[in-house]
């Protein structure tokens, strides 16, 4: 799914990603954990396209990123990646269900399917009530749900999420963190997570270690079996049901 071979990455005189090996499986769930400083976000943009590294190879979803021109990685980006961030960055004037389909729109869809399509998803975040409501009006919890379902509106083969869970309460967390694993459950999409939420980190499927810019040795820690949170609230299985979510 992921292969990145031997990725530096520089600003100024401070290198900052020293030469990344790392492959990364079809629907594995994969936290990068590591101190400020680590490089661990300028790895996860680098894999997302949004920045380009010095040197090295990065193959995406067995397309070799660095081959394709401006316009084409913005398609490749918005059709294949989908991103999830701290702060969920939803656009305050759109509604729920808009700032979900607004990707859609750029990858060209019509408006039935993409509406049609985050619908379906704001349902399995059991968010269907709250389709019409902007952000203001949503809690923490709801923004980063929604946030997530923007990322899946075009079944993206990866996303890629910058500590998702960092401004959320202990229960939209564990809310939250089981939601990644119901969606590669369901999909087989791919979850690379940067993250300093130990709680998130152990229960990955693997959990990689960086230092100064490098894969600390051992870094591909192997959780087996994967440990399954209860689930609760918005995730109960009443919620998530028989709503069309298997077609996600």
Known sequence: MIDIKGITKSFGPLQVLKGIDLHIG???????????GAGKTTL?????????????????DGTD?????????SEFRNRRIGFVFQFHQLLPEFTALENVMIPAFIAGEGRAEAKKRAMELLDFMGLADRAGHKPAELSGGEKQRVAVARALV???AVILADEPSGSLDSKNKAELHQLFFDLRDKTGQTFVIVTHDESLASITDR???????MLETGD???????????????????DAGDNGATSL
Do not use: C, F, H, Y
Not at 220 to 238: C, H, I, N, R, Y
């Open 26 to 36: 079809k629907g594995e769930v994969v936290s990068i954990v590591g101190p400020s």
């Open 154 to 156: 075009n079944r993206p």
């Open 65 to 73: 990123v660095r081959t394709l021109g401006a316009k084409k990685l």
């Open 220 to 238: 591909e820690t192997v959780q087996t079996p994967t440990p399954t949170l209860p689930k609760g609230g918005s995730l109960d299985a009443e």
């Open 207 to 213: 959990t990689i270690k960086m230092k100064d810019g």
């Open 44 to 60: 996860l943009q680098i894999i997302g396209t949004l920045d380009k590294p010095d040197s090295g190879d990065i193959m995406i």
